[in-house]
């Protein structure tokens, strides 16, 4: 079965990412707080994420040198869409340790629904998948930002999303990406790393696999946004 033009179609893009874990109790009432600071900090509506991730990696007749590609269904659409994702090695160096964010590259393209049997006829196996659950806001603040909440989610059977249950119940994962470009992302840099001072009260994120521990803030923190009730434009 041959896959659709979309799939052959690649756009090359540079990523700064910064992320961290959400795990202060009482989890829900954190996480309905900063669902009301990123509303008033964005003043644009969430988008609902349900998101189906398999990891594919190569066979041995794909070569020595091992690759992985990620499959994206968005299952929040009445009809789901499919991305395959290929997420490079993080930027190395001086400049790289000085920075608070992680900036490696990305490469993305739409595809259509029989891309999991395409991969499958070049040789790659499935190694994993998960569906994360959750929220997103999508908004301009001196680069184009996307924040994400979402939880992960296991399911017993293969493909089986509609029976996924929590793989860590109660802790959520806060991502922060921006696209950037090679000649502007010390701009995008800074301009994540501005936004997350704004969530400090509930939450310090990090580069991926640099914990910063619990946030003492948090409760109070979210406490008084929930009691003003949130919903304005900051």
């Known amino acids: 079965m041959s896959l659709s033009l979309h ?5 090359f893009r540079k990523c700064s990412a910064i992320s ?8 829900l009432q954190h996480v309905e707080a900063l669902e009301v600071l990123l509303q008033g900090l964005s003043g644009v509506p969430k988008e609902r994420v349900r998101v189906h991730e398999l990891c594919l990696k190569s066979g041995p007749n794909l070569g020595v040198v ?7 269904g968005d299952l929040a659409q009445a009809t789901p869409s499919w991305t395959i994702r290929h997420v490079g090695g993080a930027m190395r160096g001086a400049g790289a340790e000085q920075i608070s964010v992680l900036v490696r590259t990305v490469v ?9 049997h395409y991969f499958y006829t070049l040789g790659y196996k499935l190694d994993h998948e998960i569906l994360k659950i959750g929220f997103a806001f999508r908004f301009h603040r001196g680069a184009q930002i996307t924040v994400t909440v979402t939880s992960a989610n296991k399911m017993p059977r293969l493909h089986a999303t509609d029976e996924a249950v929590p793989v860590t119940p109660g802790i959520q994962l806060v991502e922060i990406t921006a696209p950037a470009a090679a ?7 800074s301009a994540v790393t501005a936004f997350c001072e704004f969530l400090a009260p509930l939450l310090h994120l990090s580069k991926p696999g640099h914990s910063t521990g619990i946030v003492t803030t948090a409760g109070a923190a979210a406490a008084s946004l929930m009691s003003s009730g949130g919903g304005k434009t900051l």
């Open 108 to 116: 993305e393209s739409k595809a259509s629904k029989n891309v999991l």
């Open 20 to 27: 961290s874990v959400l795990i202060d109790p009482p989890i």
């Open 183 to 189: 000649d502007n992302y010390n701009d995008v840099v």
């Open 7 to 11: 799939c052959l179609l690649f756009f």
């Open 66 to 72: 091992p690759s992985e590609v990620r499959l994206l």
